[in-house]
């Protein structure tokens, strides 16, 4: 065994940076704190295209960030370029930044008498572990998988539009392989939840090394009970290309529903892509990228999350919870949590019974708060930075 006399280095390499605002950048919040704890010294790489929380920042003044060009290109763009690789096109992003990262791991890292861990936050970045590990062999390279890619994107290959189906069929195909060989390459494979951990053993043959999810930090916790509007429910999350589907079902079939019966009530919705939901004259109201969770749950006490496709951690949903408001949910949309209807939230997955559940709860605001203080008191626990450090010790504590 080799000796070090430095310290050991961690390097995250992620699509994002660290924040407070989408569950991507809690997640990884939660890993680079506690890498920091672990090692006192860390590089974070992440798109260079994206502004980064000046609070994160100044709370981690050590970590030196390096910023990749990672630009999105449309959807179509990615399906075309894609047809020409063995990838899949949800890594077209990386494809570029994989001929330059390990130049610029070279220039900030000195691997002398120390051990070194790149940690690969979900599988598109893990793009970049195939050049890495190349270059880097001795040190130790593992990948958390923030959901199964393939089941998240299993449905889009199910769309009327012949063209849409043929594309998204081939895609996972791709997808598949991809998954498949990053788990392979990867000195360990992380899944971010016991849900995922079980669909990859069952149905991909993949048997993770460790399950490591992330922690809510204490000002998740403040609650708004007080200051809530009563009538209004709330959406937080991006509408993007799976769960803008979703969202577009719950406007159209569950919420005409909720009004009819509640005409005072009103669809707050919040995130990247909602503000094409807009629309006053019903009561829905699409405010866009969100700057503070907080601020927004302030606005409600009912939290729908209408997600029908997906998989890992259903994030947004804890937060909300966190925040004690009560969660009314699909079956999808708490997947990951560990939360059980009927005591820490409502699942419902057939419209007319979302919206008799939504009904019923507007009315009932002492109902809602009690289940919502029951959900609060699990996600408190469950989700504590004392339960993650576990988790993480156990997936790469002998590597550190």
Known sequence: MPSYSKPPIAIIVSGVWPGYTRGYEIANLSVLRYMMKKTGECIYIGPAEEKMDASIKSEFSRVKFIGLQLRRKPLAMRFVRSIFSEYPAVTERFWHASKKIGKTVYSNLNTANRKVLFFYEDLPASYLLFNLKAQFPEAMHVVRSHNVMRKGFGELASQPNPIKRWAWRSELKKIDLYEKRIAKTAGRFIAISEDDATWYQKNMGIEPGGIASFYLADHFFKSFEHKSKRNSVLYLGSADLRKGLSLKHFVNEVWPIVRSKVKDARLILGGRGTE???????????????????????????????????????????????????????????????????????????PVKQAEAIIFYLNEPEQAQKVAVQGREFVQEAFSEQAFSKQMDACIGDLL
């Open 276 to 350: 094409q939901f807009h629309n006053p004259d019903d009561a829905i109201y699409g405010k866009g990228f969100i700057q503070s969770n907080e601020d927004f749950l302030d606005e409600g006490q009912i939290f729908m999350n209408p997600q029908t496709v997906g998989a890992g951690i259903k994030i947004k949903s804890l937060v909300a919870v966190a925040a004690q408001k009560l969660l009314i949910s699909t079956s999808v949309g708490i997947e990951g949590t560990g939360l059980v209807g009927g005591v820490h939230c409502i699942v419902e997955d057939l």
